[in-house]
């Protein structure tokens, strides 16, 4: 008797195992950890659509993971929490990123660890946060980011467009394309001009690599694909932004933090900011490079505050250069310089530096290294 009930149970851990655990164990680890990301979420009596919420638990709080299953395409996790009940349970996929994932966020985070924030951005759609610049497929997805999010910008790729991927839920969702000067509403497809240049849009899609807010997120950092981010530049320069895209921009004056842009500020965070002397990366929409590599940005700004005046001047506008990020600024007080890279005449990119200081009036003035070349005066 002993040896059919030993045998019947047997059959029954071998057929759970087969069915479930095999798949579970590839996929996510057992007795693997998982972070909750969203604000609130619920361990549930079970998977099924009628259960019961046993536990409340919020972003950060760290879970056992048991087991997972896949229910009508959603994946669900079988979790236990620290609560002094260990409950367990059950919870959606979405609203947690296991421990493996959120050692590639850290890994991505950790490249960049030395980069400023080159400029911030804001989602305009809930939108997929990736570890790769790829919608291919979702197998790099690591979570979902809320409409609204700010996060700072280090860089960004340009990724050759696929017209055929319409099925992912990172893409455009009726939004108009805010980030761009030359945006247009692609779902009218006008007639192109066979004989004007190549767009950067019509060939490549932006993906931002960004840094991610604690609040938003326990996972540092990512990919967010550029047609969900609206660039949130500050109100005192966007007037500033004519015919050419604002790639990356700080502050020349005040506190060396202000160089920074910071996770407590959104879109609409800047108006609250002093005016001040800025240096801006700019990028136009025209293909710089038919087969190779695009440059990160093809102009640099220096604007000047007049204090007095209470208006922003020109100090220099560089004319179509070919340079790439990140952009450095450092000093203090009067005096600051940056840095950036620039590809030369020979096409090899080498570091150039720009001073910048204050005369005797006040005003902001630029010492430019001789082999930049000039403003060709066009306003576009």
């Known amino acids: 008797m002993n040896a059919k009930i030993i045998l019947y149970l047997a059959l029954i851990v071998t057929a759970f195992v087969s069915s479930g655990c095999t798949t579970v164990s590839g996929i996510v680890g057992l007795n693997q950890k998982c972070i909750v990301i969203v604000k609130r979420g619920q361990i549930r009596s079970s998977n099924a659509i009628v259960a019961l919420d046993l536990l409340e638990v919020k972003r ?24 002094e009940d260990n409950t367990e349970g059950w919870i959606e996929g979405r609203n947690i990123i296991t421990q493996d994932i959120l050692e590639k966020s850290r890994q991505i985070a950790e490249e960049d660890k030395n980069v400023p924030s080159q400029s911030a951005g804001q989602l305009l759609n809930p939108s997929n946060i990736r570890w790769s610049p790829d919608r291919t497929n979702d197998n790099n997805i690591m979570f979902k980011l809320d409409k609204n999010a700010i996060f700072d910008i280090v860089g960004w790729k340009l990724v050759p467009r696929n017209d055929n991927d319409d099925t992912k839920d990172d893409k ?21 001009d066979q004989n004007a240049p190549m767009q950067m849009d019509d060939k490549y899609d932006v993906w931002y690599k960004v840094r991610l807010q604690p609040l938003d997120s326990p996972a540092p950092a990512g990919w967010i694909y550029g ?31 202000t160089n920074v842009v910071t996770f407590s500020r959104g879109k ?15 990028r136009s929409n025209t293909l710089q490079e038919n087969n190779g590599e695009q440059p990160d940005f093809d102009r640099i700004l220096i604007l000047g505050y007049d204090k007095f005046n209470q208006d922003h001047y020109k100090v220099y506008r560089s004319g179509n250069v070919k340079g790439y990020l990140p952009l ?14 620039m590809k030369g005449e020979d096409g090899e990119a080498r570091e150039i530096q720009f001073g910048t200081y204050k005369d005797k009036s006040g005003h902001l003035k630029v010492n430019v290294p001789t082999d930049i070349p000039k403003d060709d005066k066009r306003e576009n």
């Open 60 to 83: 950060g709080d760290s879970l056992e993971v048991l087991g997972s299953d896949l229910i009508e395409g959603e994946k669900w996790f079988n979790v236990r929490a620290s609560d």
């Open 268 to 282: 609409d965070a800047a108006k609250d900011d002093k005016p001040g002397s800025w240096v801006v990366l700019e």
């Open 172 to 192: 455009t969702k009726n939004v108009p394309n805010t980030n761009s000067a030359q945006a247009n509403n692609r779902s009218a497809k006008p007639v192109k």
């Open 328 to 341: 450095i600024v450092t000093g203090s007080g009067e005096s600051r310089a940056f840095s950036v890279r």
């Open 227 to 257: 047609k969900q981010v609206e660039l949130a530049v500050p109100s005192d320069i966007i007037f500033y932004r004519t015919g050419r895209e604002f790639v990356a921009w700080s502050r020349l004056d005040g506190d060396v933090q």
